[in-house]
């Protein structure tokens, strides 16, 4: 099977063309890929497939093997996937996921894409659409207790269930030990990827993520 490594800042997966490759076991083979002391490495596996409602199809699968509904940095990676490879001469894509159908944006130089931008939609706030369960509508300022400890989260879905906990000290926080905890938590029925921020000024915050179904990753 021949496959392609590509990141969006830092968050990275292993692409599949599936206009030319056939993955029988799409799971399991996440699993392998993504392992990065025997595999090849990655966040996750991105299949690249015809699609009869838009330009392509991407399915996602993260580490673990379990099915993700969407993902900006590696939708935006299909776009430069895409054309690089001639599979489209167009410079705005569509491309369809478990989340819906995306559009993308492709800027171009050189014959080569430079950069791209996906419309990823408005922000969904409604708990049960996120989902989370809870009893605030938005879902803002939710109370959650992990390991014994109350934290303050807002929920919002992008396509795929976010939690998203403002803090001090992240760089200091022990992601792998609390992330699971927020991933599992009983209140996100999809589990839940979780972003710890720490605002420094008006213009800069410091965030960490720990992703559903891959652990902590380097954007989100």
Known sequence: MRFTKMNG???DYVYVNCFKEEVADPESLARFVSERHFGVGSDGLILIRPSEKAD???DMYNADGSRGEMCGNGIRCVGKYVYDYGLTDKTEVTVDTLAGIKY???TVKDGKVETVRVNMGSPILVPEDIPVIC???PAVDVPITVLDQEY?????SMGN???VVFMDHVKDLDIEAIGPHFENHPCFPNRVNTEFVEVIDRTTVNMRVWERGSGETLAC
């Open 9 to 11: 800042i830092g968050n």
């Open 56 to 58: 392509f199809q991407m």
């Open 104 to 106: 993308l944006k492709l």
């Open 135 to 137: 009893d605030r509508n």
């Open 152 to 156: 303050r989260m807002t929920c919002v």
């Open 161 to 163: 269930p976010h939690a």
